[in-house]
């Protein structure tokens, strides 16, 4: 299981984060949605499921680990006088 995992659901702003046991739960209206899933260092990967009126899914993904390249960091400091603590 892969806790912190993004799921999205397509079009929408409903979504959730996996559980560190990797469970996660969205309500979702009936009808057809996209579900995308996201985790830093694993594939994303994207299903299409259907929920019935009144009915609900359960859906598991698989994320294969993947090479992840970041930008770099850049952090700039100051030394002002108007800072609140100078020391």
């Not at 559980?19 to 579900?35: K, M």
């Not at 993947?66 to 850049?74: K, P, W």
């Amino acid at each position: 299981p892969l806790q912190a995992a993004t799921i999205a659901i397509s079009g929408t702003t409903q979504g959730a984060v996996s559980r560190s046991d990797g469970s996660y739960r969205v309500s979702l209206p009936a009808g057809r949605c996209e579900v995308r899933v996201r985790l830093l260092g694993y594939e994303a990967v994207r299903d299409t499921i259907q929920v019935a009126v009144g009915g609900s899914v359960s859906k598991d993904f698989a994320l294969a680990k993947a090479v992840t390249n970041l930008e770099q960091v850049v952090v700039t400091g100051t030394r002002q006088q108007n800072r609140t603590v100078v020391e």
